[in-house]
């Protein structure tokens, strides 16, 4: 049986790697959960770290997976000057029930390796200046490859509980040896030699 996390995937009809007889090892089903609004609430209301990311994979004839805390919501900071730092009149969301192939490869951010975007992520503006998550009209919603929209850090030298500029849109560990672990798993794929590129997939939490 393949864990429930990748059953979900499967019934969004999503690809899930490693499944196939023959399948190679450490092939990486990354994906992260979004978690629902907190209770009493009808959006998410940012600044904190709710949401999960999975590594899941097979060695060796066994399923492997390993989670770890994150945000997939940008941080206060940014949705209250619609991220004007960066010239934008929105604050960039990744979609999310999506599966996004090949779109993070290991690479040097700020001067650490962390999974940079090389492929394409959709992403809706949140615009209105407020501490909550509007996702909008899906037909606002924008495609591209070069939005920067990374998997990284919060602090390098200890776990973080508030999300204000950690992340503009992107995923973001709490936790610097969390990432660290997290980093090491992934790259397991790499030396591996089953490829280069990580598909992300973004769920919604749906319990």
């Known amino acids: 049986m393949i864990p429930v996390i990748l059953e979900r995937v499967k019934e969004l009809g999503f690809q899930v790697f490693g499944e196939a007889d023959g399948s190679a090892n450490y092939d990486m089903n990354m994906v992260a959960i979004r978690a629902k609004p907190q209770k009493g609430r009808k959006k ?3 600044g904190e770290f709710r949401d999960l990311i999975f590594l899941v994979y097979r060695a060796q004839g066994q399923w492997i997976s390993k989670c770890w805390t994150c945000t ?19 604050t960039a969301i990744v979609v999310a029930d999506r599966q996004y192939r090949g779109s993070h490869q290991v690479g040097m951010l700020r001067g650490y390796e962390a999974l940079r975007q090389v492929g394409n992520l959709t992403i809706a503006r949140d615009g209105n200046k407020d501490d909550l998550i509007d996702i909008g009209d899906p037909e606002t919603f924008k495609t591209g490859s070069k939005m920067a929209i990374n998997i990284h850090r919060a602090s390098a030298t200890k776990t973080s509980t508030v999300n204000s500029r950690w992340s503009a849109g992107c995923c973001v560990i709490n936790d610097p040896k969390a990432f660290a672990q997290f980093l090491n798993t992934a790259k397991l794929q790499v030396e591996h030699g089953v490829g280069k590129t990580f598909t992300f997939t973004i769920l919604d939490q749906w319990w």
């Not at 004007?84 to 929105?90: E, R, V």
């Open 72 to 90: 997939t919501t940008p941080g206060t900071y940014y949705l209250k000057t619609a991220s004007k730092d960066f010239g934008q009149n929105g």
């Open 44 to 46: 998410i209301k940012a």
